[in-house]
């Protein structure tokens, strides 16, 4: 079965510290991945996919075959970082699979 | 360019009535695809809408089923509603069928009372 699992539904991280959300995917293919955010009171926007292999805003994210993990990093978190995080795998060439997102909390 | 807009805002129905949400997709994209977002969880997908025949269907049943016009906008209708499809609805547009990137409405927030 095609699934997105994130296993925490909130973390909370100091401003300045390292923060790693993670995802773990389940996918017989070549798994197309995704990382949305939707920050406070706005829409649920794309942050980046793993083929591009950019850096936006800080975060990265590299795709783990072997562990199946497509986990979100950055460095040093800032405050305004704090949002929900969704990992997504496009399946079938039209549909986008969610997990349940994490909520990340950046204390000052 | 215009983003992707959703009405109404919110509403709310009574068990077993129907209800249609619509999606006017952003400027220049052909497909549009449905979500529904249970209160703590991530959206799930229903359908997706390409050049206004259905494109792909995830895990729903038959009662709920959609629309595409010409101009690309869409409605989402539910029959015979129940609790359970108190959630948000979400519809994205994107420039095609299997374009990765999809641009989001702000969501329609159905309670089923």
């Known amino acids: 079965a095609q699934r997105v699992t994130q296993p925490e539904k909130l973390l909370s991280v100091f401003k300045g510290a390292p923060v790693e959300l993670k995802c773990n995917y389940s996918?017989?293919?070549?798994?197309?991945l995704f990382w949305y955010v939707q920050y406070s009171r706005q829409r649920l926007q794309l942050l980046l996919r793993?083929?591009s292999r950019e850096s936006i805003k800080g975060f990265t994210a590299d795709l783990n075959k072997g562990e199946t993990s497509f986990h979100l990093k950055k460095p040093f978190a800032q405050e305004e970082d704090s949002a929900m995080y969704y990992c997504?795998?496009?399946?079938?060439?039209?549909?986008?699979?969610f997990g349940a997102g994490t909520r990340l909390f950046v204390k000052a | 360019e215009t983003g992707v807009t959703q009405s109404p805002t919110h509403l709310i129905k009574t068990r077993g009535q129907q209800v249609t949400l619509r999606c006017s997709s952003q400027?220049?994209?052909?497909?549009v695809s449905w979500y529904q977002q249970a209160l703590g969880q991530g959206p799930q997908f229903i359908f997706q809408?390409?050049?206004?025949?259905?494109?792909g269907r995830g895990n729903f049943p038959p009662r709920f089923s959609g629309l595409q016009f010409p101009n690309y906008s869409s409605e989402l209708n539910v029959n015979a509603l129940e609790l359970d499809d108190s959630a948000l609805y979400l519809c994205?547009?994107?420039?095609?069928?299997?374009?990765?990137?999809?641009?989001f409405g702000p969501g329609t927030r159905l309670t089923v009372t």
């Open positions: 994205a547009s994107s420039s095609g069928a299997d374009t990765y990137e999809q641009y």
């Open positions: 996918y017989s293919g070549s798994p197309e």
């Open positions: 793993h083929i």
């Open positions: 997504a795998l496009k399946s079938g060439g039209f549909k986008t699979i």
């Open positions: 400027s220049g994209h052909n497909t």
């Open positions: 809408y390409y050049r206004e025949e259905e494109n």
